[in-house]
């Protein structure tokens, strides 16, 4: 079926107008009408080429997006789980191998045989993926959410990579009352993660280069805030923190992090650099301190941090844009300028 949407053609290229085709649906599939779609700073690194360091070449043309929430408008014949009409939602994968060891677990983003991305990706025939900056998308029904309903589908959209990536290590590492957690970096990601960590009970660091965002760190549930810019940061948090989630997408210093541990504390990364970072042993031995990594979450996890997230009125806070708009948007995420998620409002497609 004919789609529409924003590809880059080449690395580092601008995003401009692409169409393509998506399969047919099977009888498992789900037809969505994509409506809002985030804009997560991978969707930069993939687009720019960032990770060729870690990964396979990245696939042009490249249609990112992996924050997708719309409405069903078909299903296949075997379809149960949704149904024309639902508020729907598609994180960072569409497809995994649902045998293995990991699969089994419900851990599907971390499947031994393939995890199928949502884009840059192929799917089980080898076929290329496309992602969300498009008009609709075809998913096998057990890789598609049920959003909140009682929450806007726009501000909700951000919850399918940046919301279940922050969930997904405070939940392992048990954040919750009488644990210090800090959360580093106060972008898409960083920003739910304030708000999920303050919603589990646990005593919220926010730590951001500058003191620009503290009042809204306040608002978004931070008891404590940061410059990281500032020296006495350091001294002043020396040992006192037992989890620390860095989602800063640059390479930074992860010793002078490390260093603010507590005996048995846990640095989870969660951002991505472009280069290598390096570690002194003493920065974890001294307090038997542990450096840790996690990506996004599994589907049943993902299900429940939406349901967690309607309980608890937990959304993004986010400025819709036009997807004209797209390549603006990046440069401003680039700079730390946007509070706090960009979400593009995909009946602008319309207009091209
Ligand atoms: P974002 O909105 O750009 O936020 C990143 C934040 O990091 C910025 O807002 C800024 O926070 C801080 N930062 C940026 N440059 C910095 C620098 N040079 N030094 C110190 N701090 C800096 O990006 P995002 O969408 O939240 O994504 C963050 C990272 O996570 C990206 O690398 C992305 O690819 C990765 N990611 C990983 C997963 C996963 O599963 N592991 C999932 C999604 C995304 P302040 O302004 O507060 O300093
Ligand atoms: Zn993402
Ligand atoms: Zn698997």
């Known amino acids: 079926m004919r789609s529409k949407g924003y590809a880059a053609t080449k690395a580092k290229d601008r995003l401009a107008p692409y169409s393509f085709e998506r399969r047919e649906p099977r009888e498992h599939d789900v037809v ?5 779609c985030g804009i997560c700073h991978s969707d930069i690194h993939q687009t720019r080429d960032e990770w060729s360091d870690y990964q396979e070449e990245s696939i042009f043309p490249m249609v990112p997006g992996h924050e997708i929430a719309g409405v069903v408008t078909a299903v296949g014949g075997k379809v149960t789980k949704h149904k024309v009409g639902d508020k729907v939602g ?55 959410l049920r959003m909140p309903n009682d929450l806007p589908l726009d501000a909700c959209a951000p919850l ?13 590492w048990k954040a919750g009352p009488g644990k210090r957690v800090a959360i580093l970096g106060l972008g898409g990601l960083g920003h739910v993660g304030v708000k999920l960590a303050h919603a589990l009970g646990a005593e919220v660091t926010a730590l951001s280069q500058s003191l620009k965002k ?30 620390i989630i860095s ?6 210093d992860w010793n002078q992090y490390l260093s603010l541990l507590r005996v048995d504390g846990t640095m989870v990364v ?29 589907i049943g996890e993902t ?34 300028d946007v509070r706090y998620r960009f979400v593009i409002d995909m009946a602008s497609l319309a207009k091209d």
């Open 32 to 36: 969505i009408d994509i409506k809002y």
């Open 90 to 144: 598609v994180g960072c994968y569409v497809d995994s191998c649902r045998t293995c060891a990991e699969c089994q677990r419900g851990l599907e983003q971390y499947c031994s045989v393939l995890t199928v991305w949502t884009y840059n990706g192929r799917d089980q025939e080898g076929a290329p993926t496309c992602g969300g900056y498009s008009d609709r998308i075809v998913v096998d029904e057990n890789y598609v």
């Open 160 to 172: 399918l990579c940046a919301g279940i990536t922050l969930y997904s290590p405070l939940r392992h």
């Open 214 to 243: 503290q009042a809204d760190g306040k608002r978004l549930g931070a008891d404590h805030f940061y410059a990281t810019s500032d020296p006495a940061t350091f001294t002043k948090l020396a040992g006192s923190l037992d989890l």
């Open 247 to 252: 989602t800063v997408s640059a390479q930074v």
């Open 270 to 298: 969660v951002g991505l650099p472009e280069k290598d970072i390096p570690i002194a042993a003493f920065s974890l031995t001294a307090r038997r301190r542990s450096l840790a990594g996690s990506q996004i979450g599994g």
């Open 303 to 336: 299900q429940e941090m939406l349901d967690f997230c309607s309980q608890n009125g937990v959304a993004c806070d986010i400025e819709v844009v036009p997807i004209q708009k797209v390549n603006e948007a990046y440069e401003r995420v680039l700079k730390s």
